[in-house]
């Protein structure tokens, strides 16, 4: 390799141009993919452990009697977070940081539940479901020394609403007005009701920035953010890591045990292993299903399990070749124009012995969007059909089709999506299925996608607490990433009255009913869930994961 | 003189232009969207034609081009889509991390290269030489992240010897400082290190045959004066030449060496740039380096053209 670079060195003026374009291929070339959002394994994998079998540890709150105060933590992270600014962040992995530095209306709890964290108490909603009145915490103070109240509650959920760049205007929904009746008391007045809008204040739309932060960066907040947090923004380093401090002005800063925490991106999931087990990091996310075997046999460690509240699956180019955001146009091939093809592609697919031999059994098999973890899941949300090649065959001749089904699916070039890929040709082949697959690196794989550019594709999504978030915009005729194409009226009447309800047995219902409409039409064909496998040293104490896969690092501390 | 050097100043800008279209095209002919890229799972219609038209990613191709050299002319090399921070800032910061590397890098390779190659040398046909050829190829064979990995299990998880990633930076620990940086360069330098050894092999062998080695043994002069004094020093002469320009593949070897030992270097950071489409970072690496390019090569040819009277003539002519 080295060599080869002598002759153009060796030359003038027109080889440094010839050296710079090729050291830009040589670069571009070298390194591995790094996939900021789920590909296939990216968030967990699997385990030969028993233990490992299904069963979620979020890890336990730090006895305050056992662990000692100070101590850098250091949590190796397998992505890195894009912008620290809460209104315009869009990855998971800045929720990790977020978590520690910028607090919630409204956090969730280890059963999924949302709870109140700078709010005293869950919403009080109105009759008609147009009104939500949130009663504040008082005595919180941001990072800069700016009191919380109502007004910067609102310049929050304003600048979500108007910001430019904004990724929380859609989780915020239809509200028309935030009003301050009192410095404690915020009232969110909505155009029509909007039930997803609570478990959306649990996550980033919920934080509030201080508003003297947001008046004096503007749209460059996420170089010093300020919120109200445990720890208060110290460094970053691009692509490298970043940093965080105890915030002294915290409300509950006795509960914080840590001096600082370092969050550092070491996007390889074996290195990411190394750093715990040779100390140099105590947490590390996303364990890899080759390394959390070890750690769980290696006594100094814990490995932190919780099943994610998304899935991953395959989604059929139905009507979208056009591209997303354009009118739907049918794509003229069997398997977009008849369901029957792709409800044999489906029978397929023995689900069980893909998780169990892929995964060994630690992922779970997800047949609807709506988790089994969520308060919305019921018996309809959770039918499955059974693996059944021969029903397959038959819908395959039913619908007219030659066998073998020639069929070329697109998915992420990294190693746990392109396995997966391998089990699944291998599996539909006795389906009557001859499935192509076509490995892309990742930003072209999203490219591809929202053109329109595939015929099946493999991908998965990192899930939300509220069903509708996992459902709508993916299968809803104007949903923003309904890539399949989708188009069922009765569908999205179910997912609009579901969105409206305020009554949470009536939305359950609708899940069902949901459910059981895309188990005909089949747009995605749901695979699995993945679980979230986080490392930890037992050196330290405190560490959770919950199932909204957010590590909550911030009140642990390093054992006595 | 002074007309060569304008030539070869004037040659420099025009590649430097042409390097910068070329780029700036090239990033923008690869597949995947910024905006895409950048809203991940959490994107919409609207987000994205909000973050396209942030960046000036729906401008046309030339107002885009005009705004990147406008701006790059005066310095402002334009911010991350992904992060937001100075792209300036991010190159200032990662630049130093990653020379240090490489010059860390190349001391490795070049004490344990010349070492290797002299005993290959003096012991020629006896066992010895046969460890050093085999140490050079597996050297040159056996990559680096392999290498880094192998070196992060053993020396860092068995032995904890080495910290297995982080970095501090010298002047605020210069301990620390070594203590991180010393197992990345030893991983990076071992490539370098094979083909110093066999240049100081070659060479070696070369000045051993010369007739002044010769004289200088009739002369008396012990077996090491002969060696280090005679043969090696007119021996490095090649190395040092040799050194020098495997500097530029050095830097691009960081990229992996880099990533295993999570430094935040120049190379990991074109590296996730490009992965995640960064255009603003990416053009600004990409014209950092070729700048740096094209002033070594510049400073290069204005040395030759010192030695040597007759490149200057030819430009002049």
Not at chain 1, 213 to 225: H, I, K, Y
Not at chain 1, 339 to 362: C, H, M, T, Y
Not at chain 1, 463 to 488: E, K, L
Not at chain 2, 35 to 45: I, Q
């Amino acid at each position: 390799m080295t060599t080869r670079r002598l002759p153009f060195l060796l030359n003038r003026s027109s080889s440094s141009f010839a050296g710079a374009a090729a050291g830009v291929i040589a670069l571009a070339l070298i390194g591995t993919a790094c996939s900021p959002v789920e590909p296939a394994g990216s968030e967990g994998g699997g385990s030969n452990s028993q233990q490992a079998g299904g069963q979620d540890v979020f890890g336990d709150p730090a006895d305050p009697a056992q662990v000692k105060p100070g101590g850098t933590l250091t949590v190796a992270l397998s992505a890195d977070p894009d912008k620290l600014d809460p209104t315009l962040s869009r990855s998971l992995y800045s929720r990790y940081v977020f978590h520690t530095m910028c607090e919630k209306l409204y956090d969730l709890g280890p059963d999924a539940k949302v709870v109140p964290q700078l709010a005293t108490a869950l919403p009080t909603i109105s009759a008609d479901g147009l009104s939500l009145t949130i009663p504040l915490k008082q005595g919180v103070r941001f990072a800069d020394g700016g009191t919380l109240d109502s007004t910067a509650v609102k310049v929050s959920i304003e600048r979500g609403l108007t910001l430019a760049g904004s990724g929380r205007k859609s989780e915020l929904g239809p509200i028309s007005a935030v009003e301050t009746p009192d410095p404690n008391t915020v009232v969110i007045k909505l155009s029509k009701p909007f039930a997803p809008l609570t478990a959306a204040l649990a996550d980033r739309a919920g934080m509030v920035l201080s508003p003297a932060a947001v008046s004096r960066l503007g749209a460059n907040f996420s170089t010093a953010p300020v919120c109200v947090g445990p720890f208060k923004f110290a460094s970053r380093v691009a692509q490298n890591s970043i940093k965080v401090v105890k915030d002294p002005l915290y409300y509950d800063a006795a509960k914080v045990h840590l001096d600082a925490i370092e969050y550092r991106i070491i996007t390889d999931s074996s290195i990411r292993s190394a750093n715990l087990k040779s100390g140099d990091a105590q947490v590390a996310d996303s364990l890899s299903t080759q390394d959390a075997p070890s750690l769980q046999q290696d006594g100094t460690m814990t490995v932190l399990q919780s099943q994610s509240l998304g899935y991953q699956g395959l989604t059929v180019n139905i009507a979208n070749a056009n591209g997303i955001g354009n009118p739907l146009k049918p794509l003229d091939t069997p398997i977009a124009k008849d369901p029957r093809i792709r409800q044999a592609l489906a029978l397929s697919v023995d689900r069980e012995a893909l998780v169990k031999s892929i995964f060994n059994g630690l992922n779970t098999v997800a047949c609807s969007p709506v988790s089994p973890k969520s308060e919305f899941t019921s018996d309809a949300a959770q039918v499955c059909p059974p693996h059944d090649p021969a029903k397959a065959k038959q819908l395959l001749a039913d619908a007219g089709a030659s066998t073998p089904y020639k069929v070329t699916m697109i998915t992420s070039n990294n190693p746990d999506s392109l396995r997966l890929a391998q089990a699944l040709q291998a599996m539909v082949k006795e389906g009557g299925f001859d499935l192509v697959i076509k490995p892309v690196e990742y930003a072209s794989l999203l490219d591809q996608q929202d053109r329109g550019d595939f015929e099946l594709l493999q991908l998965g999504w990192s899930g939300r607490v509220d069903p509708d978030a996992n459902i709508y915009n993916f299968v809803g005729t104007s949903g923003s990433q309904n890539v399949a194409g989708y188009s069922n009226p009765e569908v999205d009447e179910l997912l609009t009255d579901a969105r409206q309800s305020t009554d949470k047995a009536d939305r359950v219902k609708l899940y069902g009913d949901v459910v059981a409409k895309l188990q005909q039409d089949l747009p995605l064909i749901y695979l699995y869930r993945q679980r979230n496998l986080t490392g930890v040293s037992k050196k330290v104490l405190g560490i959770q994961v919950y199932p909204d896969g957010v590590l909550r690092a911030a009140f642990a501390g390093f054992a006595k | 003189m002074r007309r060569y050097l304008l030539g070869r100043l004037w040659q420099s800008i025009v590649t430097l232009i042409l390097a910068t279209i070329v780029v700036f095209v090239g990033v923008r002919a690869l597949p995947g969207d910024p905006a895409l890229a950048l809203a991940g799972e959490d994107r919409d219609p609207e987000s994205l034609r909000a973050i396209r038209e942030q960046y000036g990613l729906d401008d046309s191709l030339l107002v885009q081009f005009w705004q990147f050299v406008s701006h790059a002319a005066r310095g402002d090399l334009g911010q991350s889509i992904r992060t937001g921070e100075s792209v300036t800032t991010m190159i200032a910061n990662a630049l130093p991390v990653t020379i240090e590397l490489s010059v860390l890098a190349i001391l490795v390779a070049s004490v344990l290269g010349v070492g290797a190659g002299v005993v290959a040398a003096v012991r020629r046909g006896r066992p010895a030489e046969w460890a050093a050829n085999a140490l050079a190829l597996l050297g040159l064979s056996v990559p680096n992240f392999w290498l880094g990995l192998m070196a992060i299990l053993y020396l860092s998880v068995a032995l904890g010897l080495f910290p297995a990633s982080g970095f501090v930076p010298f002047f605020t620990d210069p301990v620390g400082n070594l203590h991180h940086l010393i197992l990345p360069a030893l991983i990076l330098g071992t490539g370098l290190a094979a083909v110093i050894m066999r240049q100081t092999r070659s060479s070696m062998l070369d000045a051993l045959s010369a007739d002044y080695i010769r004289t200088a043994e009739a002369k008396g002069l012990s077996p090491r004066a002969v060696i280090g004094r005679h043969a090696l020093r007119n021996s490095l002469i090649v190395v040092v030449t040799i050194v020098g320009l495997q500097l530029g593949a050095l830097i691009s070897g960081a990229v992996v060496t880099e990533r295993i030992f999570a430094l935040p270097g120049f190379g990991k950071l074109t590296v996730d740039a490009v992965f995640q489409r960064d255009y603003p970072v990416i053009q600004a690496v990409v014209l950092v380096t070729a700048a740096a390019y094209i002033l070594i090569n510049l400073l290069v040819d204005l040395l030759y053209s010192v030695i040597d009277p007759r490149i200057r003539v030819r430009g002049d002519a």
